[in-house]
């Protein structure tokens, strides 16, 4: 099936360790995207990619990296920059050529940092 | 930059009972995305409007394109118990190097009593 996976799904981490969040499409997307959770809040934009190899910051990249080696994966990684990774991170794909791209999203991974 | 202002922020109703939320924005969308998001899960597409104007239906859901470009409404008829978890918005302006970034409002929780 055709899908949106983020692996792990719950991921515990020690304060002032990097974390690396994998998302991987098979819906054959251009585009793909992070975004953070956080209670009662909207989603908010980490980074997002249009193509391979090209990736852009959004609303709150600070403390996090992206790589877009392949167009199936985008991985997110949470540094010990980042001052408060405790979130829900959702990872989305869509289409470029349709301007108005529907946006699918994975499953999250729920990262809590002790 | 753009913001979306949701509401409202969560809704209490009866089985059976008709629902409506809306967003408005400060500036134009050229599409408007209505999810719904259930707990621990990732939101799921439930409507896509592409036109000012345009009224689309999804089963028991119907969502409006505002004519202005600057709002939109989502109305679920006939509630269910399953309809329970958060709504969000999404809107989407085709323009410069952000053509694929989507702004989220911060969702309606809706919680339905049986």
């Known amino acids: 099936d055709g899908g949106i996976t983020q692996s792990p799904k719950y991921l515990f981490r020690k304060e002032g360790q990097n974390v690396t969040l994998s998302c991987e499409q098979n819906?054959?997307?251009?585009?793909m995207y992070w975004y953070r959770q956080d209670p009662g809040q909207g989603l908010r934009l980490i980074y997002y990619?249009?193509?391979?190899?090209?990736?852009q910051k959004g609303d709150i990249a600070e403390g996090y990296s992206v790589s877009r080696e392949k167009k199936e994966s985008f991985p997110l990684t949470v540094t010990s920059a980042q001052k408060n990774p405790t979130a829900f991170y959702l990872c989305a794909s869509s289409m470029v050529y349709n301007l108005g791209a529907e946006a699918f999203f994975g499953q999250g991974t729920r990262l809590t940092v002790v | 930059g753009q913001q979306l202002n949701q509401s409202p922020q969560s809704m209490f109703i009866q089985e059976g009972e008709d629902v409506s939320m809306n967003c408005t924005s400060s500036?134009?969308?050229?599409?408007w995305l209505w999810y719904k998001q259930d707990p621990g899960e990732g939101p799921v597409l439930l409507i896509a409007l592409y036109k000012a104007g345009e009224l689309t239906s999804n089963g028991r859901l119907t969502a409006q394109f505002g004519i202005t470009r600057k709002d939109s409404f989502l109305n679920i008829s006939a509630s269910i118990p399953s309809d329970v978890g958060i709504y969000f918005c999404?809107?989407?302006?085709?323009?410069?190097?952000?053509?694929?970034?989507?702004?989220f409002g911060k969702g309606t929780l809706l919680t339905v009593n049986p």
């Open positions: 999404a809107g989407q302006l085709h323009s410069g190097g952000s053509n694929y970034k989507l702004t």
């Open positions: 500036s134009i969308f050229n599409t």
């Open positions: 819906l054959n997307h251009d585009a």
């Open positions: 990619s249009q193509i391979v190899n090209d990736f």
